[in-house]
Each structure stands twice: as structure tokens, then as C-alpha cells.
């Protein structure tokens, strides 16, 4: 049986706008919800090549930073902002606005049988937000980088998955929308790769190839036929 696994930020569940702008209020700092949806994918972008020049550690302060910054933050309170958005994240972490349509396709292939997991770069608190938002038996597994201290691309947080899905690596799929961290990197290892939703936000210079191990997609139901042409249904 082949196994699917999703990334967590961006392809499962995304940047609650709303509830950032609710917090910045609370610090006296107006960003409209409009501003900071347009400066999502400047964020991702950055995102995306930070992990390519090799930045290690999640770099969450710098994507906030982009993101406030692209959004019309005062430029001096931007780092503060950001550092004290990532010391609340634990306790109030901003990525749970569940993207429309994913956690039902991990409940079809649960269903089915097929074992599902998360490998996410995040802050070490995602088990507990899944928790809060209901999906603590939608998968088998939750590799949390912060949690284990290895982060994608490596090689060894997708050993560390693999191994307890009891699947092969080349029977794995995996599904997130960054082109460095998920894409890239899980080619790398020998798995099957999706970008969903990560076309527009690789970085300059990156080569778009997709084969029998590769593929793009934007929306659940186009990820549907990925997965089936490769044998998985949900």
C-alpha cells in the first residue's frame, strides 16, 4: 500500500489573516485583512529562497517580516512585531484556517486504507494544533521539526516519517507547496512529489520538471487525479 504525506502551512491549513490582523491590533499596529492576503506570496517566495540558499531553522521571523513588511508595516516595528508574533505562536499559532477541501482528501484515503502523515517545518507545538482543530486521527503521523530538531529538505525527517508509516520511501508521495522544502527535497530522497499550489511562488532560476515522479497542482480535485493516475484513490 503506498502512503501520502502533506505538508502543513500553505497545504492543509493556511495564514488565518483575520486572526493576524486581531493580533496586531492588539499592539496598536492597523494592517488590513486585503493587505496581508497580497502579501502572502512575497512571503512564500521569500520562503522559498531562503530554503534554497540553505537557511536552517525555520525561518519564521523573516517570513512574518517579509509578510508585514509587503503589507504596509511601518518599517521600524516590523522586527519587533515578528519576533513577538513567533514567541506567541506556540500559544496562539496563526497557521489554522483549514484550506478548503484537503482534510477531507486525508479522510478519503484514511479511509481507504492508505496511511497518511505531516512533515512540516514548524515551531514544535504543531501536534497540539492539530489537536485543537479536530484532525488528531486524520494521520498516522506528525513529523514536526521543531519537535525533532531536522527539518525539511534533510533527508532525515523523511526517514524519520517513512519509518514509522512502514512504507517504502519511493511508495510515498508527498504533497506541500514549497518548491525548495517539499518538492525539491522530497525528490531528493526518492519519493514522488506534488507542488500544490507553489507554481508562482518558486524561487527565480528554478526549473520546473515533472514526470512520472513529479507533478503540480492547484486545487484538491487536480491533486484527485495525480494520486489516482499514480494508483492512490481516496
Not at 517566495?45 to 540558499?53: K, L, Q, S, T, V
Not at 531553522?57 to 519587533?80: K, Q
Not at 478548503?100 to 478519503?108: K, L, N, S, Y
Not at 504543531?126 to 525533532?148: K, N
Amino acid at each position: 500500500m503506498p502512503a501520502v504525506t502533506f505538508d502543513f502551512g500553505q497545504t492543509l491549513a493556511e495564514l488565518d489573516t483575520v486572526m493576524l490582523a486581531e493580533r496586531l491590533a492588539e499592539r496598536g499596529v492597523t494592517a488590513s485583512v486585503a493587505a496581508l492576503e497580497a502579501a502572502r506570496p512575497a512571503m512564500w517566495r521569500r520562503y522559498n529562497e531562503a530554503i534554497g540558499e540553505g537557511l536552517g531553522g525555520h525561518p519564521w521571523v523573516l517570513l512574518m517580516a517579509t509578510l508585514l513588511r509587503c503589507a504596509g508595516v511601518e518599517a521600524s516595528a516590523v522586527g519587533p512585531l515578528a519576533e513577538w508574533l513567533f514567541t506567541e505562536q506556540p500559544r496562539r499559532n496563526l497557521w489554522r484556517r483549514p484550506i478548503v477541501g484537503m482534510i477531507e482528501r486525508v479522510r478519503a484515503l484514511k479511509a481507504r486504507g492508505v496511511p497518511v502523515g505531516v512533515i512540516s517545518n514548524s515551531e514544535g507545538a504543531l501536534e497540539a494544533l492539530i489537536a485543537e482543530m479536530g484532525w488528531t486521527h486524520d494521520f498516522d503521523v506528525v513529523a514536526d521539526s521543531g519537535a525533532l530538531g531536522m527539518e525539511k529538505p534533510d533527508r532525515a525527517i523523511f526517514d524519520w516519517t517513512v519509518a514509522r508509516l512502514g512504507v517504502p520511501m519511493a511508495d510515498v508521495v508527498h504533497v506541500g507547496d514549497s518548491w525548495a522544502a517539499d518538492y525539491v527535497g522530497a525528490r531528493a530522497v526518492g519519493m514522488r512529489a506534488v507542488l500544490f499550489r507553489g507554481r508562482d511562488l518558486m524561487p527565480r532560476g528554478a526549473l520546473w520538471t515533472a514526470d512520472d515522479r513529479g507533478a503540480a497542482c492547484e486545487t484538491p480535485e487536480e491533486l484527485d487525479a495525480i494520486l489516482a493516475r499514480w494508483g492512490i484513490r481516496g
